[in-house]
């Protein structure tokens, strides 16, 4: 199959520019040959600094929290919860700059893109100019090469929406900034949502040239040539998680350029360090249009066009992105990996641990790119070390506990609106994150058997095991969690009330049998705790009690969490009761949600409706203002929740691997698959046609 994706004009938003990465450098290439615009991200720019926002008298309010909820008085939880138990917003995940190339006499006329997969190497070309962009991990540097069959000009610079400067000294380009202590998400108004200080992280980009060019203020000023390289430096004084930033962060980013070596080296180098990743996994599902642009190929699609191969290439777009965002010693990925345009982004780009910051790592082992989870072990342990506050300020237990919402600085306390005026009850008062993200990190360990591993997590699955043995509470007899919800839903109780605050829902039942299930391969001693609950109605029920629901079609299918991605005590009865709720949920929803729900459907072995949601997947959606509801894809492929949400993309990439790793090959597929990971160690090596295994 065709591993590109490729486009006839230049990118005229961010959602149709082309994604290169490292792990830790970002950059979205928009292919204007008349001024061109690379949109740049560091992982580690973030507002903040390390700082204990948990409220100390938060304990106090926990028993009359528990007495509301199981006394049925949810408008009392709600106003505890809102009031008294919330604290602040998480911390932002901040865009770096611009690159930006002023082309004398460019044009956009005859403008052809192209992003090969395989290669990590966008390309953009007219009749004059060729511009190869990559950003290397070998090298910690963004390599842009300028070639012309006619002299050109140009002139460079850097931009940045953060507050900044930019001059040239010596043979450099350079640029520093500041970034906010305080950056609330874009719908909060109260108080200060966005301010500087003193305390915050400092940047700095630096650009080097390889060409004939003079440096004016600031700027680089290229004439007449026919070919020159820039070589482009991202860095941040950001220590880590417990520690006040300090430091130069431009002597940071000028030591990468230790890293240079002639264009041709450095191109041969990034390849084989970003092919030696992504050519371990090939597929081919049969037909394919390649010889349409990629967002003509998602229109064709829609209308039936026989192109299976779109539904591989996204497959293999989900495996290019994990490579772009995560590396070893890099940060985890964010909802939108590691790019974004905004100050104040969607949900402030952060890590939101309900599903999301999960379904981001869903795709790494089984697509063969272990390497690349680590990043999400390093969050874990940062959230488990914060949370040993959180777990004695809110609920007076031992062991660590954490919250829906994280961040760069590990925070753990209930994040949501500090002024209690956006109804944070259906999400904020949640603590099963960090069971679920161990409990992905063991699943992590069954792929590499790596014992080092596995005693490194030890200690972490203690921390959490110890808060459980402390805060589950017996409730008719059985032992529950509670305060909780089931993330960001809400039911109808008994006495007709809206409500997100219960006890013990169906969620956190699958996420504790798993963590459980997990702590006695470390020989520790667990509780029990009730099954799964299945309703009148034959449907697997989301909370304890049988309440009506709100949202039939709500996009989270928390309580099918032990279906997908959990498998533990994944009875015939539970499976069957899985399938009507999915059902009843329906086929479409957010982009992540369509990829939840691929997932569940592989693991449930239908592979028709697992294709059906595919489909919905490569919906096109238009990002310049057309709203259409429900999720698809942008013309550069990436996950339309809508807005671009990167998750959607790790889970359909998941799902269907797990598809073919089953053997739940839709009819319509005629083709192959190798390379996909197993846990015995092995890797798939399948032919198919007409949905059926042939070898």
């Not at 992590?444 to 014992?451: G, I, L, P």
């Amino acid at each position: 199959m065709n591993t590109a994706l490729f486009y006839k004009s230049r990118a005229k938003v961010w959602e149709e520019a082309l994604p290169l990465g490292n792990g830790r450098v970002g950059a979205m290439v928009f292919g204007n040959l008349k001024s061109e615009r690379i949109m740049l991200n560091e992982d580690s720019l973030w507002s903040g600094y390390p700082k204990d926002l948990n409220k100390k008298d938060a304990g106090k309010y926990l028993e009359p929290l528990r007495e509301a909820i199981f006394s049925g008085n949810r408008k009392e939880a709600n106003r505890i919860a809102n009031e008294d138990y919330h604290g602040h917003w998480s911390e932002a995940y901040l865009p770096f700059g611009d690159l930006i190339i002023n082309y004398e006499k460019g044009t956009t006329r005859g403008v052809t893109r192209t992003l090969e997969l395989s290669t990590g190497v966008a390309t953009a070309k007219n009749s004059n100019i060729t511009e190869t962009v990559f950003v290397s991990h070998p090298a910690g540097l963004l390599v842009v090469n300028v070639k012309s069959r006619k002299p050109i000009s140009a002139k460079i610079k850097l931009f940045s929406l953060l507050r900044h400067r930019c001059e040239t000294k010596e043979d450099m380009l350079i640029m520093r900034g500041d970034a906010p202590e305080v950056c609330m998400p874009p719908y909060h108004n109260d108080g200060v949502p966005f301010d500087y200080g003193k305390g915050a992280m400092k940047f700095a980009g630096a650009v080097k040239i390889f060409g004939n060019a003079t440096f004016e203020e600031d700027c680089i000023s290229v004439k007449d040539q026919t070919e020159f390289t820039l070589f482009v430096s991202l860095a941040t004084n950001f220590i880590d998680f417990k520690t006040m930033p300090s430091g130069e962060p431009l002597e940071k980013a000028v030591k990468y350029f230790d890293n240079i070596k002639p264009y041709n080296d450095l191109l041969k180098e990034h390849i084989e360090d970003h092919s030696s990743l992504f050519n371990r996994v090939e597929v081919d599902f049969g037909s394919e249009r390649a010889d349409l642009p990629t967002n003509k190929r998602l229109k064709a699609f829609k209308r039936g066009s026989d192109d299976n191969n779109l539904i591989a290439l996204l497959f293999q777009y989900g495996r290019y992105l994990t490579i772009a965002c995560s590396r070893p010693g890099t940060n985890a990925m964010t909802l939108q990996g590691i790019f974004n345009p905004h100050i104040r982004a969607p949900w402030s780009s952060s890590y939101t641990v309900n599903i999301n910051t999960e379904m981001n790592y869903w795709c790494t082992d089984i697509c063969n790119l272990s390497e690349c989870f680590e990043p999400f072990f390093e969050l874990v342990k940062k959230m488990c070390i914060n949370g040993e506050t959180t777990a004695k300020d809110y609920y007076g237990c031992s062991g660590s506990a954490a919250h829906h919402n994280s961040d760069i600085w590990g925070a753990s306390y209930p994040a949501g609106d500090p002024f209690g005026k956006s109804n944070s009850e259906s999400f904020a008062c949640w603590q099963s994150p960090l069971p679920w993200m161990l409990n992905e990190v063991f699943e992590h360990y069954r792929y590499t058997k790596d014992e080092k591993l596995f005693e490194d997590m030890k200690p972490y699955f203690k921390k959490v095991l110890d808060f459980y043995n402390d805060f589950l509470i017996e409730h008719n007899g059985k032992l529950v969690t509670c305060p909780t919800l089931s993330p960001e839903n809400t039911y109808i109780d008994q006495n007709g009330q809206r409500a997100s605050l219960t006890y013990m829902p169906t969620m956190d039942i699958g996420i504790l049998q798993e963590f459980f299930a997990n702590c006695k391969e470390f020989g520790f001693d667990v509780p029990e705790i009730p099954d799964i609950p299945i309703g009148s109605d034959g449907r697997i029920n989301e909370w304890a009690e049988e309440y009506k629901e709100t949202e039939v079609t709500h996009r989270h299918v928390s309580h099918l969490y032990c279906v997908y991605p959990s498998a533990v005590k994944q009875t015939e009865e539970i499976r069957e009761a899985a399938k009507k709720s999915l059902l009843k949920r329906g086929f479409d929803g957010t982009g992540w949600a369509l990829g939840w729900k691929v997932c569940l459907w592989a693991r449930l072995d239908d592979s028709e409706n697992a294709l059906k949601l595919i489909k919905n997947q490569l919906r096109p959606k238009n990002p310049r203002g057309i709203k259409t509801p429900g999720g698809g894809s942008y013309p550069n492929l990436f996950d339309a929740h809508p807005p671009f949400q990167i998750d959607g993309n790790f889970g359909v990439a998941a799902g269907i691997a797990e598809m073919l790793t089953r053997g739940a090959i839709p009819k319509e597929w005629n083709g192959y698959a190798k390379g996909i990971k197993l846990k015995d160690g092995s890797e798939l090596d399948i032919k198919f046609k007409n949905g059926k295994v042939v070898k």
